[in-house]
């Protein structure tokens, strides 16, 4: 009997382990939910470790929480595994809290993907500290009221050529007024000359954003927190898709935020090489003169102030620099 029970205490004790989380996970549940009751809007009720995520819809969840809106109303309280959701239905809530108080809910909570899915260059998931107030610095002085009115000659030019376009192909209006979006966009962070149509830095943009769009839900998010072990597996391994994902979408996002910053600096480099060869006067020069139009987009002027005051600068300005316009160039 005693050599039977020894055999089998190793399994016993394997056995014990998943229990004792669960349990232990539960109990923290319980009291967390009886300490914040009277603080927290109305929701589905949240089933036991899971909360709700078998209710949601993972690949379209906003379905989901609009349908909760219809029960219990424009803001709802959800669980999903571990993590405490608030899900804003409605404008004006949002505007509400997100706009006019904006100095209590500034920050972000932790979201598991940002880091693997290369997406933690974005300032609207960043969490509050010194280098999201000076990428929200810079985009402030690039896009504030008076500053953009420099880019007001741009953005007509850019308007003609969409009525060209308009006129020219009607049908396809859709596309038209996206280029106007992305080239005006462009213009004004980097100072790049978008194509008519099939732009590449436009397309390259746009399949980073629908990769991650899809990829970084918060369902999947909560998962990875829970067992971030995934992103470790094999890939041969059942369940090691979202290692797969995270690597595609880490490859499409650096692209996306290097290959225009490098751009300008490519092009401010070939700018500086051509001042030394030819004797120009500044007077003269506009946007139309691209030996020198990179330093009046939001990189470019950025880039040359890292080199008129030094470049003990540029380890702190430069990746700043980096989330502010990629943030607005994936955001527009």
């Known amino acids: 009997m005693i050599t039977l029970v020894d055999d089998h205490f190793p399994l016993l004790r394997v056995a014990v382990l998943p229990i004792s989380f669960i349990v232990i996970t539960t109990l923290k549940q319980f009291l967390a939910k009886g300490k914040h009751k009277r603080h927290l809007p109305p929701g589905p009720f949240p089933l036991p470790l899971l909360g709700n995520i078998l209710s949601i819809d993972t690949k379209q969840p906003w379905l989901t929480y609009a349908q909760w809106g219809t029960v219990y109303g ?31 809910y500034a920050d972000r909570p932790y979201l598991a993907t940002l880091e ?46 969409m009525i060209v376009s308009l006129i020219d192909d009607p049908q396809h209006y859709h ?32 399949h980073a954003m629908d990769v991650a769009i899809g990829m970084m839900t918060q369902e999947r998010a909560m998962i990875l927190k829970m067992f ?7 890939d041969w391994c059942p369940g090691s898709s979202i290692k ?11 692209e996306m935020v290097n290959v225009p910053f490098d751009y300008v600096k490519q ?7 051509s001042l030394l060869l030819v004797d120009i006067d500044y007077s003269t020069l506009g946007k139309a003169d691209n030996s020198i139009s990179s330093r009046s ?31 607005a160039f994936g955001g527009e």
Do not use: C
């Open 175 to 206: 596309a038209h007024f996206a280029t106007f979006s992305s080239s005006v966009t462009m213009s004004a962070v980097y100072d790049y000359e978008t194509s008519a149509r099939d732009d590449p830095l436009v397309l390259l943009v746009i």
């Open 244 to 254: 797969r994902d995270a690597r595609v979408s880490t490859d499409l996002s650096n």
């Open 297 to 327: 987009s939001m990189v470019g002027e950025h880039l040359q102030r890292i080199e008129e005051q030094g470049e003990a600068l540029r380890p702190v300005l430069e990746p700043a620099l980096k989330k502010a316009a990629t943030t």
């Open 74 to 104: 424009d803001l709802i309280f959800a669980r999903i595994l571990d993590q405490e959701v608030v899900v804003i239905n409605s404008q004006q809530v949002a505007q509400a809290l997100l706009e006019k108080r904006s100095r209590i």
């Open 116 to 161: 693997p899915f290369g997406f933690s260059y974005n300032m609207g998931f960043a969490g509050y500290s010194d280098e999201w107030r000076l990428s929200r610095r810079i985009f402030h002085q690039t896009f504030r009221a008076d500053s953009a009115l420099k880019f007001r000659p741009m953005q007509i030019r850019r308007a003609r050529e």
């Open 228 to 234: 971030p072990f995934l992103l470790n597996l094999p």
């Open 267 to 273: 092009h401010m480099v070939g700018s500086a090489f």
